[in-house]
């Protein structure tokens, strides 16, 4: 088996991450990209090829937010002990499903979000809208990938209507069965370049995961010899290195993301609507028919797009929807856990 190893600017690392690191940390640790999470165990890439550790048990009672998660950047010490994590270029996290509210992080240091949407009915400017207010929030730059193209007349019609929704926004219109699509998307998949999809069902994501990673997709972890004993603890690695030299990240639930925690994505993609709402008699108006509402005179004097202003009061009502559950949700955590405190002060008492 081959034993190819990766520079750490072929694996993502730049200036930003370096200039974090104190002089002795500099001589005295390594930087690992983290591939795949599998519950403690952490999956990673460095100079040295892969790495398999375990959180260190100081670091379960950190808060999720400073948690390493799939594209993370994680200093290891001498004894192949993680230290400390690196700040982060972007991140993406989402309302975790089920009952249990909690917020749960998904990628972290990616560089481009492709959002893919088909030239067909699947085709919504609300919900690219959605997916786009999700890269900003997380701070990365989105590229609107419309596949099928191929399947239509008028592909130049939903490009137009695509670029309405933001000024100098990126938009390819794509075959995504075509090999030649890899050279479209190429200009952000160059080395070091992290790039994610996300998108509706059956809009071609895996068709263009496939072209991107072609057969000749870098496993990493596979070709290390010397690291063979990790090689039965699978893990779910869901960084790839792509022969281009770029990182595909692909995480399971990446590809489906949905809007949580995002206000200010919302409200850098609605900029013309926030700054009218800026003049709004009340500081918390909701936009709902309150009196000196600036947002509904203006839509009154057709100055504003409807679609627009109800797909923003909608994203509004979701985020304020999501932030309430959050709110209740610790008020539960505290009575909970004063109740606890009571019972066991009061057992101590009975013993004593
Ligand atoms: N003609 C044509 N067909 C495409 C194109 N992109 C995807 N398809 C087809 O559309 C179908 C769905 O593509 P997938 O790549 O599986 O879609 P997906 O986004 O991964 O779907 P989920 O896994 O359900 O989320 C497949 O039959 C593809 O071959 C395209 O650009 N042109
Ligand atoms: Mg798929
Ligand atoms: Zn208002």
Known sequence: MTEKAYSLPELGWRHFFQQQLTLEELETTTPVRVFGINRHLIDGVGEAGR?????????????VQELPTVGDWVLIDQEGQPLRLL????????????HEVRV????????????????????????????????LDAGVEPVVVLTKADLVEDVEGFCAQARTLRPGLMIEA????????????????????????????????????????????????????????GRHTTTARSLHLLPGGGLLLDSPGMRELQLSDCEE?????????????????????????????????AAERDELDPRRLTNYLKLKAEQKRADETMVEKRRKDKNFGKMCKRVMSAKKKERE
């Open 51 to 63: 790495q398999q550790f375990a959180l260190p048990h100081a670091w379960l009672q950190y808060s």
């Open 87 to 98: 700040e982060r270029t972007s991140l993406f996290k989402r309302m975790a499903s089920g």
């Open 104 to 135: 749960q992080l998904m990628a972290a240091n990616v560089d481009t979000l492709f959002i893919v949407s088909s030239c067909n009915q699947e085709f919504s400017l609300s919900r690219l809208e959605r997916y786009l207010a999700l890269a």
């Open 174 to 229: 794509v075959n995504a069965k075509e090999t030649k699509v890899i050279d479209v998307l190429r200009p952000w998949c160059t080395t070091g370049q992290t790039v994610a999809l996300v998108g509706s069902s059956g809009v071609g994501k895996s068709t263009l995961v496939n072209a991107l990673s072609s057969a000749a997709v870098q496993d990493v972890g596979a070709t290390r010899d010397k690291d063979a004993k």
């Open 265 to 297: 994505g919302v409200a850098s993609l609605f900029e013309e609507i926030e700054a009218v709402a800026r003049n709004c008699r009340f500081n918390d108006c909701q936009h709902l028919g309150e009196a000196g509402c600036a947002v509904a005179a």
